[in-house]
């Protein structure tokens, strides 16, 4: 079946610092892939997407590059911000049937002053 | 813009009471679903709901839970008879491409279960 790995959290940055959060993933057939944000007592808000091999996804400064050769979905950011404290899911959907989303087991981003 | 709405935020009930959790999902959208998070865990699928009948289930999803679209706008998951373990934030999902793929669900709020 579908799984989403991605690096443990806490993640703790400096304001201004440069985010990388790993997530690779198992699937068949061509899945899409998405980055979810939670953010305290919030639900789940989606970040980007990217539904094919080299897409990238992008929003609020936040990249994610669609590796199919490494089945990788890394988030980046250049210069994350206090606000940006929250819980990121790697998640993806099949390319078929109702495309329920797989989920990762998130991780949480502290950025500090 | 539109968005999923989830009543209630939140739910205190006791063990073995039945519980009824209601989501509107974004008008014009075809798929429907259900997930939970325990806390401090990851979100897991339950259910989910295309043309008025279940398309697809997890193992969790078992004879104790139910879903339905009684009318035009409303989703609702209901729990029969409540376990501690079912205490988690449910979320309801809706997605409107038919087929295809690139068409993001959009989470509600979630409704925080509490069962003591």
């Known amino acids: 079946g579908n799984s989403v790995t991605q690096m443990e959290g806490p993640v703790t940055l400096s304001e201004e610092a440069f985010l990388t959060i790993n997530c690779t993933y198992t699937a068949t057939g061509y899945p899409s892939l998405f980055w979810y944000v939670q953010y305290p007592g919030e639900g789940l808000q989606l970040l980007l997407k990217a539904t094919k091999a080299d897409d990238k996804g992008s929003n609020k400064g936040f990249e994610a590059t669609y590796r199919k050769e490494t089945t990788s979905f890394h988030l980046e950011k250049g210069s994350v911000q206090v606000s940006d404290s929250a819980v990121y899911f790697c998640a993806l959907s099949g390319s078929g049937g109702y495309q329920k989303v797989t989920f990762g087991t998130g991780t949480k981003l502290q950025v500090i002053p | 813009e539109p968005e999923v709405t989830q009543t209630p935020s939140h739910q205190v009930t006791q063990m073995g009471q039945e519980v009824i959790l209601r989501c509107v999902p974004i008008s014009n959208h075809l798929y429907f679903y259900w997930y939970r998070q325990i806390l401090g865990q990851k979100v897991e699928f339950l259910v989910s709901f295309y043309n008025n009948e279940i398309s697809e289930k997890s193992e969790i999803f078992d004879d104790q839970f139910s879903v339905e679209r009684p009318d035009g706008s409303n989703f609702t998951l209901k729990i029969r008879s409540t376990k501690l373990e079912d205490s988690a934030m449910y979320f309801c999902?809706?997605?409107?491409?038919?087929?295809?793929?690139?068409?993001?669900?959009?989470f509600g709020p979630g409704t925080r279960l509490t069962v003591t």
């Open positions: 999902a809706s997605r409107g491409v038919v087929g295809g793929s690139g068409g993001e669900q959009y």
